[in-house]
């Protein structure tokens, strides 16, 4: 079992979201929508957290604007009830991608939801090897 389906299951009642950051200058934006877009709604992570995307260069939706500022692009926040559970920054390739889409997958099935970041800006880990995910 993927570690998104047994979030699914373990939160079927969880409103969650993924949302990316973009900017049509993007180069890295670009390789994510050749590589992971064509698939991603078709996946059991977009089952747990729809693709949200919005553009860095637009108003910020209303919802969103209690985030931490997002700088680069692309970045993946990860929401549940409109909280902030962590990030993933740049896009570095297929394999890294889904690997730390699941390190924040397995976050949304080991956080409760009074637990989620609320425009906190979370805190950075210490350990290098987290590929540029910011934990809540």
């Not at 979030?7 to 900017?23: D, K, N, Y």
């Not at 993007?26 to 089952?47: G, M, N, R, V």
């Not at 902030?84 to 099935?109: N, T, V």
Request: proline share 5%.
């Amino acid at each position: 079992i993927s570690v998104a389906a047994f979030v699914l299951l373990a939160w079927p009642g969880s409103a969650a979201e993924l949302v990316m950051f973009e900017s049509p200058a993007c180069e890295w934006c670009e390789l994510w929508d050749e590589e992971i877009a064509p698939i991603y709604a078709k996946t059991s992570e977009a089952q747990v957290a729809p693709l949200r995307r919005v553009d860095i260069h637009d108003q910020l939706p209303a919802d969103l604007r209690g985030l931490e500022a997002v700088v680069y692009t692309p970045t993946f926040v990860l929401l549940q009830d409109g909280h902030e559970l962590g990030r993933i920054l740049g896009y570095g390739g297929e394999d890294h991608f889904w690997g730390l889409l699941g390190f924040l997958l397995e976050r949304l099935r080991t956080t409760a939801p009074k637990q989620a970041c609320r425009g906190t800006g979370g805190e950075r880990t210490a350990d290098s090897n987290d590929g540029g995910v910011r934990r809540c």
